[in-house]
């Protein structure tokens, strides 16, 4: 046993858990908001350290004239306790009544990120630690941007040092307000949000006297609350190789996932060959043979019908096959001694498969110093990471990593080095868009130049798509139609695909992420070119919370409170209008209250209805 999983365990009770439930979590935040502090003292509270670490931990603070930390009983190097800060990743197992944890306490530090990436990937879950008198930083942030690329779908948030911030409700509403909105911009199921002190234990373990405003759960009940995010538990069963026995050709390789029995129908994938499992092999052979295999078991299989299989092919059940692909998205991280360079062929292992691939496309990079994001690049530097499209020589079978993990990960080898590695996020290739902006790999549709027009004839409102143009930064944007018209100077925050775009003088001036994009004081619109009732720092903020939560607990939907249909657009009449008898028919361009429609039939831009807003 190591020392930490002496921690787990300190009756020396190992195994005793058998198959209880498991939960593996990653905690992270920017430097010096706690986060080693928060695991500490949970820890100690819940007696869950080896005997002695608190009284080796004292003595070492005493002989280095530090003050006593719970952070250092989480510190494995002695340097670490020298500069005070966490260098490696410190994985403790920790248990519950109700399920075992692997807590995973990842760095802060800017330096340390390929460290801080390592423990992420492995989580399905994460807590997110933010100083409640600081706020989120720039780290927080960029961690946040790191836990989504790295598909941990749900981020709690624990707001740390309540007493440094007096234990003011006040402060901790803001964080949250802040964090809601800017997780749920990056995909992230954010929640659930708990104020603590970790140096004082409040509400570790019980809820805190100085926080009587606060009627959520401590942090041990929040953990035990969390549900495993959903996974499929299908078959797959990469072939590692295929032997002769006699008359036998054993198909070979490790059950990653369910099941097997002899005799039921199987699935090979790529290629999508049926067959049947006629037995089930063990060495050394055992008395009255095997029926059945399961997940982390090394097997071997006889079929029924004498197929050639070649080591790579993943064996899976009919009914839930991996898919197959030979183009797909993924984040990548890169850490080799020379840059990955966009086209340039490398080498993929995936489960026991490799062939070649190229990376077509490098987009949303984030630098390895700074922790922000850089947009598209033709190449990634050691210690990035980046959205990649990946080119595969050949089709294989694969899945998206938040479904199965083995078949969902990959290393990518540079010559004899394996140098980067990554996750599966999405198959086949980048589908064909309408119209939209972009820039830097982030894409936003243009729906709000669709055309809006009433059929006299049917009584019915119809939508005209734009021509599929892409609109970069520096082109010009047609901000004028029959059914709209937009002023020069415009933002255009885009909810559905999580992107904004900022519109100068009448040509794009950025597309970026709508995590990055602060209002800027000008009329901004949402997609389809409703305005937004906003002006003011507090009330963008506002919006982005109400759109964030959705209509909920009896309140409104947040399209009456925020949106405002009139401000630039109009449904303009279109289609004969025939007279008594049937006669006559006129096509009505006009409608009271607007201007005149310039040359080609459209709205003047910034064109407003009776009072404007």
Not at 260 to 284: F, K
Not at 301 to 318: C, K, M, Y
Request: charged share 25%; aromatic share 8%.
């Amino acid at each position: 046993m190591t020392e930490n999983e002496r921690a787990a365990d300190p009756e020396g009770r190992e195994g005793a858990a058998g198959g209880r439930e498991k939960l593996s979590l990653v905690v992270t935040g920017h430097v010096d908001h706690g986060k080693s502090t928060v695991i500490g003292r949970l820890l100690y509270d819940t007696g869950s350290l080896p005997r002695g670490a608190i009284d080796r931990v004292r003595e070492i603070s005493r002989e280095t004239g530090q003050p006593f930390e719970f952070a250092f009983l989480l510190d494995a190097f002695e340097e670490e306790r020298k500069q005070g800060i966490t260098i490696d990743t410190t994985r403790l197992q920790f248990r519950t009544p109700r399920r075992d944890y692997l807590i995973i306490d990842a760095p802060g530090h800017k330096e340390f990120l390929k460290n801080m990436i390592s423990g992420a990937s492995d989580a399905e879950a994460a807590f997110l630690v933010v100083d409640a008198a600081r706020g989120a930083e720039e780290q927080s942030r960029r961690h946040a941007q790191m836990l989504s690329l790295l598909g941990v779908g749900r981020v709690g948030v624990l707001v740390n040092k309540m007493d440094l911030a007096g234990y003011a409700e006040a402060a901790f509403e803001a964080v949250k307000a802040e964090l809601s909105a800017y997780l749920w911009n990056l995909g992230l199921d954010a929640g659930p949000f708990l104020p603590l002190s970790a140096l004082r234990g409040e509400n570790i373990l019980a809820p805190s006297p100085n926080m009587p405003w606060f009627r959520g759960p401590t942090l041990i009940a929040a953990l035990d609350a969390l549900e495993k995010p959903s996974r499929e538990e299908g078959l797959r069963l990469p072939i590692q190789d295929v032997y002769k026995f006699d008359a036998r050709r054993i198909v070979a390789g490790r059950m990653e996932s369910g099941r097997l029995r002899a005799g039921d129908e199987i699935l090979i994938s790529p290629g999508g060959r049926r067959t049947r499992c006629v037995t089930i092999e063990s060495w050394p052979p055992r008395e009255g043979g095997v029926r059945e295999a399961s997940a982390g078991e090394s097997t071997g299989l006889t079929v029924a019908d004498e197929f050639f299989n070649r080591r790579g092919e993943v064996i899976s059940l009919p009914g839930d096959p991996p898919e197959t692909a030979s183009s797909f998205k993924a984040s990548v991280f890169w850490m080799g001694k020379n840059p990955l360079a966009r086209d340039r062929r490398y080498r993929l292992k995936l489960a026991t498969d490799s062939c070649e691939c190229r990376v077509t496309a490098i987009f949303n990079r984030i630098d390895s110093e700074t922790l922000a994001p850089t947009g598209t690049a033709d190449e990634l530097g050691p210690g990035e990471v980046a959205e990649a499209q990946i080119e595969l020589a050949r089709p294989v079978a694969l899945d998206l990593f938040a479904r199965h993990r083995v078949t969902g990960r990959f290393v990518l080898v540079d010559g004899y080095d394996v140098a980067g590695g990554g996750i599966v996020t999405g198959v086949g290739a980048p589908p064909a868009r309408g119209a939209g902006f972009a820039a830097g790999g982030v894409f936003a549709r243009a729906a709000l130049l669709e055309e809006y027009s009433y059929s006299l004839e049917d009584g019915a409102v119809a939508i005209r798509e734009p021509d599929p143009a892409v609109y970069a930064v520096g082109d010009e944007v047609p901000l004028a139609g029959r059914s709209f018209g937009y002023p020069p100077d415009l933002d255009v925050v885009v909810f559905r695909d999580r992107a904004a775009v900022r519109i100068r003088q009448g040509r794009v001036a950025e597309v970026l992420p709508l995590s990055a994009y602060a209002w800027s004081g000008v009329p901004s619109v949402n997609g389809r070119g409703f305005a937004l009732r906003v002006s003011s720092e507090a009330e963008w903020r506002g919006l982005l919370d109400a759109f964030t939560r959705g209509a909920s607990g009896g309140e409104p939907d947040p399209a009456a409170r925020w949106l405002d249909f009139n401000a630039y657009r109009r449904i303009a009449l279109a289609g004969p209008l025939a007279g008594p008898g049937g006669e006559g028919a006129a096509d009505v361009q006009g409608a009271p209250g607007w201007e005149d429609p310039p040359e080609g039939g459209g709205l003047q831009p910034g064109a407003r209805p009776g009072g404007g807003r």
